[in-house]
């Protein structure tokens, strides 16, 4: 058995856990702590690595609770794009619609009934996380699914649509260049000739 199929192992999961791990793949805020007893040193994982390992694990139960379940080794762009479709009902951020009057305002004034969304920004960074975990887990990084091309241009895609509708700019921050420094005063040369 390869590494990634033992990873995911086959377990018998309710169906009644979908809010449980959607809300696991998106908490950023919760970290775990460990604590050293009787001597024994224990490895505290960064809040990056335990935030990593527990999106692994969701997006693991979420293939095994697929109809019909999914084997990692089948999985591919279109299955990633599924997943990220259905943590978007889980979503904490207000994306207006083009019909919406506050379409393209920061801070709307008053509230709307536009849908509430996974922002791009956790996206992209689950996105980052799961690819890692992907290649940790035994995978190669051309068959890596979370690094395809229609995930690639999904995000895309969610970034400039919620940028337009929320009146976001989400453009790479430009670097500050420091300020030229000043050129010395010229010389002056100052000749002396013989007269």
Known sequence: MDPIHGFIGTTNISHNTNLMIAAAAV????????????????TQLSRYENQKRRDWNTFGQYLRNHRPPLSLSRCGGAHVLEFLRYLD???????????CPFFG???????????????????????????????????SPETNPFGARAVRLYLREVRDSQAKARGI???KKK???????????PHSVISSSPN
């Open 89 to 99: 009902q889980f979503g904490k951020t207000k994306v207006h619609t083009q019909l």
């Open 27 to 42: 908490t950023t805020s919760s970290s775990s702590s460990s604590s050293s007893s009787g001597g024994s040193a224990t």
């Open 169 to 171: 700019s989400y453009e």
């Open 105 to 139: 305002h920061a801070n709307p004034p008053a509230p709307c009934a536009c849908p509430l969304r996974q922002a791009w920004g956790s996206l992209d960074a689950l996105i980052g996380r799961l690819r890692a975990a992907f290649e940790e887990n035994g995978g």
């Open 175 to 185: 670097r500050k260049r420091p300020p030229p420094m000043p050129l010395p005063p």
